[in-house]
Every structure is written in structure tokens, then in C-alpha cells.
């Protein structure tokens, strides 16, 4: 995805965005369902960490992305905000 124009890259995103919520709009677990995802994107090549977690009665909500502390921030970033709610950036900052 790193080699993609600017413009294509945002239309990646925005398909890989809604591939997501469609798999969590089925009703399955947020868990479950976010850990499926996250493995599948495992197996192409993009290794995501937990960079952020919240929780309450309501709702859950995760950042995944890029290890910051290894390589710098470089690659995809997934707010997961249940019940569906998906945001997908691709972060491209160098580590100094």
C-alpha cells in the first residue's frame, strides 16, 4: 500500500474500511470479531499492536497500528469502536 499514489491510497483505505464493518455488522462478538480481522491482516503482511484501549459498559473501543517504539509509526492504523465503527488511516511518519 506504501507505494500507492496519494489518491489510491485513500481509496484502499475507505474499501478496506468498509470490508471491515461489514464483517462486524454480522452481529458476532466485537472481540472475536476484531481479533478475526486483525489476524487476517496479519497473514498480508501488516502486523498491528494495541496501541490504545478504552472500555465501558456501552461500548469498546481499540487502536491498532504500527509499533512505534521498534520502526517508528509506518503503516496501517484501525480504530475499532464497537459496535461497528471503523477507521482506517495509513500513518507515514519516520522514526529521528
Keep these: 500500500m506504501e507505494s500507492l499514489p496519494p489518491d489510491q491510497l485513500k481509496i484502499q483505505l475507505a474499501q478496506l474500511e468498509d470490508v471491515i464493518r461489514q464483517k462486524f ?3 458476532a462478538d466485537f472481540n472475536t470479531t476484531m481479533d478475526a ?3 487476517e491482516l496479519r497473514y498480508v503482511g501488516h502486523t498491528l499492536y494495541r496501541l490504545d484501549y478504552d472500555s465501558d459498559i456501552f461500548r469498546f ?3 491498532w ?3 512505534y ?3 517508528g509509526a509506518h503503516g496501517l492504523e ?5 459496535p461497528n465503527n471503523i477507521k482506517v488511516t495509513w500513518v507515514n511518519s519516520l522514526k529521528k
Excluded at 78 to 82: A, Q, T, V, Y
Aim: glycine share 10%.
Design 25 to 27: 455488522s454480522s452481529g
Design 37 to 39: 480481522v486483525l489476524e
Design 61 to 63: 473501543r481499540e487502536v
Design 65 to 67: 497500528g504500527t509499533n
Design 69 to 71: 517504539h521498534d520502526m
Design 78 to 82: 484501525i480504530e475499532f469502536i464497537s
